[in-house]
């Protein structure tokens, strides 16, 4: 049984399954369903859609270049059956489907070994950038303070008027740190 992939996507077509299409040239063109063969109709570019095989290589988040995407090369010369042959032929596609499995591994972890850092740099950033609204004092911490015998110092708040939307709002201002925050409250 021979499994082809997909002119578009490259999956595995089975057999009986998907669509062939034969150009004026003889030329064939076997797709895995009907998306990629409307796709190819519409003449899109597969390494522009993020679903296809082709973008993740062109993208660099799949391996392009290493010695075992070479065996899945397709080779039509006929060989005499051998069950010696065959054998070894089961172990070393075993044994290479092993090691490609192994690189993929260590290709996405050399890919995604700085995502942590960034990631936690960004939620930094973003909370400094939100600082204002944080609470100033948990309530459980508020009551610990309360109960070592601390003062809990709340911050004054400054009323003013203003028009917000036509509509008479109240303004509290709050100095925290040198940063004005302003909470609006309806009258």
Same mark, same amino acid.
């Given at each position: 049984? *021979?499994?082809?992939? $997909?002119?578009? $996507? /490259?999956?595995?077509?089975?057999?009986?399954?998907? #669509?062939?299409?034969? *150009?004026? &040239?003889?030329?064939?063109? *076997?797709? $895995?369903?009907? +998306?990629?063969?409307?796709?190819?109709?519409? +003449?899109?570019?597969?390494?522009?859609? +993020?679903?296809? !095989?082709?973008?993740?290589?062109?993208?660099? +988040?799949?391996?392009?270049? &290493? /010695?075992?995407?070479?065996?899945?090369?397709?080779? =039509?010369?006929?060989?005499?059956?051998?069950?010696?042959?065959?054998?070894?032929?089961? =172990?070393?596609?075993?044994?290479?489907?092993? #090691?490609?499995?192994?690189?993929?591994?260590?290709?996405? !972890?050399?890919?995604?070994?700085?995502? !942590?850092?960034?990631?936690?740099?960004? =939620?930094?950033?973003?909370?400094?950038?939100?600082?204002?609204?944080?609470?100033?004092?948990?309530? /459980?911490?508020?009551?610990?303070?309360?109960?070592?015998?601390?003062?809990?110092?709340?911050?004054?708040?400054?009323?003013?008027? /203003? !028009?917000?939307?036509?509509?008479?709002?109240?303004?509290?201002?709050?100095?925290?740190?040198?940063? &004005?925050?302003?909470?609006? &409250?309806?009258?």
């Amino acid at each position: 049984m *021979r499994i082809e992939t $997909c002119y578009f $996507c /490259s999956q595995p077509c089975y057999p009986s399954k998907g #669509i062939t299409f034969v *150009r004026n &040239d003889a030329r064939l063109f *076997r797709f $895995c369903r009907s +998306k990629c063969h409307k796709n190819f109709k519409m +003449k899109r570019n597969p390494r522009k859609l +993020k679903w296809t !095989k082709a973008f993740r290589k062109s993208a660099g +988040k799949e391996m392009v270049v &290493d /010695s075992t995407l070479t065996f899945a090369a397709r080779r =039509n010369v006929p060989v005499r059956y051998n069950r010696d042959l065959v054998a070894k032929t089961l =172990n070393a596609m075993e044994r290479v489907s092993e #090691i490609r499995q192994r690189r993929e591994r260590v290709f996405y !972890k050399k890919r995604m070994a700085g995502n !942590k850092e960034r990631e936690k740099e960004a =939620n930094r950033k973003l909370v400094a950038e939100n600082e204002h609204l944080l609470p100033k004092m948990r309530a /459980s911490e508020r009551a610990k303070a309360a109960e070592m015998g601390e003062e809990v110092e709340e911050a004054p708040l400054e009323r003013e008027k /203003s !028009k917000v939307f036509g509509k008479m709002k109240e303004r509290r201002k709050v100095l925290v740190q040198d940063v &004005d925050e302003d909470d609006m &409250d309806m009258d």
